[in-house]
Structures are given as structure tokens and as C-alpha cells.
């Protein structure tokens, strides 16, 4: 298996589906990677923006488009179901 390597940016032209580094052309899987994430502050944003990564199959290049996404419906379920602790 492949160990996931940096994180290459790339200028999305026309389309793409070739992977610049071994030449897989079937696409992408794809990855969502914390913007906020930082192990020296472990306290989580309310407004988590995520990099939307793209990875080869094949070789497990990865290549930032300029993707960003934001899960903040998500956060307001998390908050909903958060436990109780008894005192
Ligand atoms: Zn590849």
C-alpha cells in the first residue's frame, strides 16, 4: 500500500482525471482534510472549513484543487446529541 505522500496543488484546466504522477486515468478518490486541524490546540472551530484532497488509486498521489468545503450542519447535530453528564 501506498503511504500517502504531500499534498501536491494543482490548477484545475479543462478536466481532470489523469493522475499527473503515475498516469491513472479512471479519477480520483476523494478526502476531506481539516483547516483548522491542529494538535497544539485541540479545541475544535464551530466553523470547520475542510480542503476537499484528491487522491490517486492508484499510486496515492495527493492534489489539493483549491476545494474547501464547510460541514457546519453537521456541528449543529453534534451539539444537538451532546451527553449530559450527571454531577
Ligand atoms: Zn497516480
Known amino acids: 500500500m501506498p503511504v500517502p505522500g504531500e499534498i501536491t496543488t494543482l490548477n484545475l ?4 482525471h489523469t493522475c499527473p504522477a503515475c498516469g491513472y486515468a ?6 476531506f482534510l481539516n483547516v483548522n486541524a491542529n494538535p ?6 464551530t466553523r470547520d ?4 484532497i484528491l487522491i ?4 496515492g498521489a495527493r492534489y489539493d484543487v483549491g ?5 457546519s450542519e453537521g456541528e449543529k447535530i453534534i451539539a444537538r ?5 450527571p454531577s
Open 40 to 45: 497544539e490546540k485541540p479545541v475544535r472551530s
Open 81 to 85: 446529541t451532546r451527553v449530559i453528564q
Open 56 to 59: 490517486c488509486p492508484e499510486c
Open 26 to 31: 479512471l479519477g480520483f478518490h476523494t478526502s
Open 67 to 71: 476545494w474547501r468545503i464547510s460541514f
Open 49 to 52: 472549513v475542510y480542503r476537499v
Open 13 to 16: 484546466e479543462d478536466e481532470l
